[in-house]
């Protein structure tokens, strides 16, 4: 991978672990994984955008790897995690960025665009709707409730964690391995998964965030609408979301395109040259 620089930035009252590449002085594209990834998660990106001159950043999100892990539920509240976007840009000193998320880190970028809109100049979500279309359909689609089982399950103390690190780790493991096409992830690549999911208390803390999307409440935005550019990316063959709910989510931005890929859930490992193309084409119209 290119020039990997790691770095460690406060922001929001803890410390965040960040890997960043490219020029220093380039518009910064940040990206922001979901679960149960780490800033690895991008790894077939670095190098294409710091390439084309961006200032890639990709923090490990707060609870993940080498991130702090405040303690208790409440820290886990997406409120919290878009105003950790904002100290990371405010630390780079910059007015805006591109924002690039993926499954959590997508719920993370929808709420950071629609809490700071003017600090985001495009959008890049991948496979997780928007939070008005989640909320909908996880409480009345039976569809989607079916294959959001696992929130409720995740909601119990102790028995996820527990599961979670049997077998060093087995469990989370073959989520990304039955969940993606054959040998999306390789052996060597799974075993620094394991590594990060081996990071004390990272797994409970990565669990309190489905924890604390139905235990905690946000302040909610000024108005749900997405009003910065914005693109969907979003795999069909998504064991977790059903794919209307890419549609759905359209329909709540100002300025949006939604572009469907013949892949899983994880679209920027398995169309990673076909999702590189499509972000850069769609940030470089800003310039």
């Known amino acids: 991978m290119a020039d990997l620089r790691e770095k460690y930035i406060d922001t929001n009252g803890i410390r965040l672990h960040v890997m960043e590449a490219g020029p220093e002085n380039g518009p910064i594209i940040m990206f922001l994984h979901g679960f149960p990834e780490f800033w690895y998660a991008w790894r077939k990106q670095i190098d294409y955008f710091a390439d084309l001159g961006y200032l890639v950043v990709i923090p490990d999100q707060r609870g993940y790897n080498l991130s702090d892990k405040p303690e208790g539920i409440e820290a886990y509240k997406t409120d919290e995690m878009a105003k950790d976007v904002l100290g990371l840009i405010d630390h780079y000193g910059h007015k805006q960025i591109y924002l690039v998320g993926h499954d959590w880190g997508a719920s993370v970028s929808w709420w950071t665009a629609l809490k700071y809109p003017d600090r985001i100049k ?15 359909n996880m409480l009345t689609n039976p569809k989607q409730m079916q294959r959001s089982w696992y929130i409720f399950f995740f909601q119990l103390p102790n ?14 493991v073959g989520i990304l391995e039955k969940s993606s096409r054959p040998g999306t992830f390789s052996p060597q690549e799974l075993e ?8 004390p208390q990272a797994f409970s803390s990565m669990i309190n965030w489905y924890r604390a999307t139905l235990q905690c409440r946000n302040e909610p935005p000024r108005s749900f609408r997405i009003t910065m550019p914005a693109l969907i990316l979003w795999g069909l063959d998504d064991i977790a979301m059903i794919p ?8 709540y931005c100002d300025q949006g395109r939604l572009i469907t890929l013949d ?16 972000v850069s084409d769609f940030i470089s119209e800003a310039n």
């Open 122 to 136: 495009r959008l890049v979500i991948m496979n997780v709707p928007h939070p008005k279309v989640m909320n909908k």
């Open 159 to 172: 028995a996820p964690e527990k599961m979670a690190s049997a077998n060093n780790y087995e469990w989370p």
């Open 192 to 199: 620094k998964y394991r590594q990060a999911f081996a990071q």
């Open 244 to 251: 209307e709910l890419a549609q759905q989510s359209l329909e």
């Open 263 to 278: 892949a899983t859930h994880w679209v920027q490992h398995e169309e990673s040259a076909k999702v590189n193309q499509l």
